[in-house]
């Protein structure tokens, strides 16, 4: 029983730290405002999630999408808009 409860408190342990480091993961860098809108579309959509190609959707998609996803990776209007300005040069 002792056994059980230390693996229970290990695995309990090794859930928190995946969960900080996923947190910590989806935080954005100082260094976005420099970044272009291809890199922070790589860097942003698909550090949590499979990222569709920019053909996938027209351009009034995107905006729409970017948007609701700006919130969600918590990127700032100017890095929204490059990410758009790119998904629409690539469709």
Known sequence: MKFIKEYF???L???FFLALLLIASCAPTATNAEKQGAQLWGENCVRCHNAP???AFNDEQWE???MHMRVRA???A???EKVVKFLKMAN
């Open 9 to 11: 408190h290990q695995i």
């Open 13 to 15: 342990f090794s859930l």
């Open 78 to 80: 100017q890095e929204t």
């Open 53 to 55: 190609s920019p053909p």
């Open 64 to 66: 729409t999408i970017t």
């Open 74 to 76: 918590s990127l700032t």
